[in-house]
């Protein structure tokens, strides 16, 4: 089993910063890709950002060239930078990884493993 967890989120200011990160524990041996979900109010759960073991990654185009997402295999660990931050990124974000021994066709939203989510709210 993996656990996911989420910090970083907060309140900051359209045009700020904040990094997300995301630390894996349990059977780490077994994760694969992972990546980040947002979920705003009234809205549909959205891939933000995903990357591989390879450090393949893919954005949404809502965050392509404001966001980056990188992974540190020695801690376990994934990170959301978001940078030129609009209202419109407000939502809680969520961390997933997928297992190395399921397929996409199992999973749900493209991971078995997830994280209770960060609030990021920007606002003036």
């Known amino acids: 089993q993996v656990q996911l967890v989420e910090s970083g989120g907060g309140s900051v200011r359209p045009g700020g910063s904040l990094r997300l990160s995301c630390a894996a524990s349990?059977?780490?041996?077994?994760?694969?890709?992972m990546g980040w979900y947002r979920q705003a109010l009234g809205k549909e759960r959205e891939l933000v950002a995903t990357?591989?073991?390879?450090?393949?990654?893919k954005y949404a185009d809502s965050v392509r060239g404001r966001f980056t997402v990188s992974r540190d295999n020695a801690k376990n660990t994934v990170y959301l930078q978001m940078n030129s931050l609009k209202p419109d990124d407000t939502a809680l974000y969520y961390c997933g990884a997928a297992s190395k021994f399921t397929t996409i066709a199992t999973r749900t939203w493209m991971y078995d493993y997830w994280g209770q989510g960060t609030q990021v709210t920007v606002s003036s």
């Open positions: 349990g059977s780490i041996f077994s994760i694969n890709d």
């Open positions: 990357i591989t073991n390879t450090n393949s990654t």
